[in-house]
């Protein structure tokens, strides 16, 4: 299904658009998940407009355990493949899944950050499929730093709600760069979206989201993310996104665990 010029694409720029991939079932089932888990929220879920605000940005995490419709695309769809595939490995492990929603009329952006210093894992073959659930023009939709994952760097984390630094030891990652400021220097990729589609980024690769101020379209997405071979546990200076407080792993330890399912293999 993944050409070889694909996976070249994915490892040089660190992101890609995959067109028709998933078919109207996968997205029905996981848009009534969506529902299910916006009316019976997780631990983790959280508000990022506030009540009196137009517009509503919400999003929550590591709920697969509980909602049948997520564990179905998770084990059953071909996501997995999919990483398996771009990322080069022999097999895959999900990591976890996220719901980010942006209802019509939202201006909160999401902002400029990589996910791997939120996350308790190192690793190069590893990746997150974003899948939305409604059309998204690309002027509502997300952007990416072409090839960010390969700089070699490591950014502070950012919390969506405040766009303030996470609470890690100070200094104990770069602050990201003042990308807007700044959007001539960088290779700056954006696609237009239909439900269908969606786009693998590498966990280090630069990211944000504009706001979804269209006046009556949804902006539902559902983003898996992947452990791949070379994956391993890591240590970070202060609690991690997700925390999985029930892990008592350390540094380089491999991702075995039953939160961590293998879902792919290459027979
Ligand atoms: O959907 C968004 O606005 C942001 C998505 C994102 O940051 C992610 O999936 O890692």
Redesign the pocket.
Known sequence: MITDSQIQEYSKKGAILLKKVFNIGWISLLAEGIEKNRKDPGPYACQYTPKDKKGDFYDDYCNWQRIPEYQEFLFNSPAAKIAGQLTQSRQIRLFHE?I?VKEPGTSEK?PWHH?QPYYCVDGEQVG?I?LPLDPVPREHG?EFISGSHIWGKMFMPKKFLTHEEYDYKPKSFDPIPDIESDRDQYDILSWDLEPGDCIVFHFKTL?S?AGNLQRSNRRR?F?SRWLGDDTVFAERPGKTSPPFPELTFKQGDSMIHSLFPICWENH
């Open positions: 996220h980010l999401t996910d997150s974003w997300l990211h989201g997405a983003s």
